[in-house]
Nanobody, 121 residues
C-alpha cells in the first residue's frame, strides 16, 4: 500500500485548505484511513479517521466542527477539508492506513510522506 499526501500550503488564519491522500497498491475494504499531524518536538497527533467501506468518521475534539474527513472510492482518495484554520493548526499532516480502528500512530502500518500546512496570524 502506498499513500501520497498533497494539498498543503501557506494560508492566513480563518482560511481553508483541502488535503488529499491518494491510495494505491491494495484493496481497502474495511480499512481505516486517518489523518495525523505533527509539529517539531511533539508527538504525532490524531486528527480524523474514516472507515473506507462504511464511510463512518470520527474527528478529534481539537478540530471538530472545522475539519471534515471524506473519501472518494472511485478515485481511491481520502480528503481532509480544513476550514477556519488557526495558527495552532500549523503542522506536517500525514495520512495513514490500517486494517483496524485506532487513534494511535503505532496502530497504523502505512504512511504517506506528509504535507506541510502553515497558518499565518
Amino acid at each position: 500500500v502506498q499513500l501520497q499526501a498533497s494539498g498543503g500550503g501557506l494560508v492566513q488564519a480563518g482560511g481553508s485548505l483541502r488535503l488529499s491522500c491518494a491510495a494505491s497498491g491494495g484493496t481497502f475494504n474495511n480499512y481505516i484511513l486517518a489523518w495525523f499531524r505533527q509539529t517539531p518536538g511533539k508527538e504525532r497527533e490524531f486528527v480524523a479517521i474514516i472507515n473506507w467501506t462504511s464511510g463512518n468518521t470520527y474527528t478529534a475534539d481539537s478540530v471538530k466542527g472545522r475539519f471534515t474527513i471524506s473519501r472518494d472510492i472511485g478515485r481511491d482518495t481520502v480528503y481532509l477539508r480544513m476550514n477556519s484554520l488557526k495558527p495552532e493548526d500549523t503542522a506536517v499532516y500525514y495520512c495513514a492506513a490500517a486494517p483496524s480502528l485506532g487513534q494511535r500512530p503505532n496502530e497504523y502500518r502505512y504512511w504517506g510522506q506528509g504535507t506541510q500546512v502553515t497558518v499565518s496570524s
